[in-house]
């Protein structure tokens, strides 16, 4: 079974700082996707960003960049320029080629400081 | 499209009562899930659908719950009879290419 693991419950940084957050993962699949999800006070749950396994590339969405690390099986999130707004619980999450299903890590709630 | 939609927002019931969660998922897509939230679990997977076949009710958390899906454009999740372990955020998702929509939950509350 697969299993996300992030490390860090909780985190805060001053506005337009840069934060990483840390995520790593456990499984014997080769292919697979990567997500990071944002969940803020209103509890909506947001894709923030993307990856699949077989791309060597880092993905990026403007101020947000991951880190994928496959072999180290790391997923860390980057977030650049950070914003009030980004205040959020951050998931990380896993799902198999072939078999969309979740699972999601424990999440690390971030606090944006003005 | 406006996403997937999820009613109602809130429930508050007592204790013993008859639960059911709707779900609207975005049209097109395959695959429907209900996930729960809670601060000691986190976010769990329940159940899960493709093309409207069940095919993954492991998470399911006893005989008191159970899920439908009679068509691709609605889902519901019951939970009979309703316990205060219950309480919690109820999320659907649907995805398509292995990318999730969520709905915005359904915070319920059991007294």
């Known amino acids: 079974a697969q299993t996300v693991t992030q490390s860090q419950p909780e985190m805060s940084v001053q506005e337009a700082e840069t934060v990483t957050l840390s995520c790593t993962y456990d499984?014997?699949?080769?292919?697979?996707?990567l997500f990071w999800y944002k969940q803020p006070p209103s509890r909506q749950m947001i894709l923030v960003i993307r990856q699949e396994a077989y791309k060597q590339q880092n993905a990026t969405e403007n101020r947000f960049s991951v880190n994928f690390q496959k072999a180290a099986k790391s997923f860390s999130l980057k977030i650049s320029d950070s914003q009030l707004g980004d205040t959020a619980m951050y998931f990380c999450a896993f799902s198999n080629f072939g078999n969309e299903k979740l699972t999601f890590g424990t999440g690390t709630r971030l606090t944006i400081i003005p | 499209d406006a996403g997937v939609i999820q009613s109602p927002r809130h429930e508050v019931t007592e204790m013993g009562q008859e639960v059911t969660l709707r779900c609207k998922p975005i049209s097109g897509h395959d695959y429907l899930f209900w996930y729960r939230q809670t601060m000691m679990r986190g976010l769990e997977l329940l159940i899960y659908f493709n093309n409207n076949v069940p095919i993954d009710d492991s998470g399911m958390p006893e005989d008191r719950f159970s899920a439908k899906m009679p068509n691709a454009s609605f889902s519901t999740l019951k939970i009979q009879p309703s316990e205060p372990r219950d309480s919690a955020v109820y999320f659907c998702?649907?995805?398509?290419?292995?990318?999730?929509?969520f709905g915005q939950g359904t915070r319920l509350t059991v007294v």
């Open positions: 998702a649907s995805s398509l290419f292995s990318e999730a929509f």
């Open positions: 499984t014997s699949e080769n292919n697979y996707y």
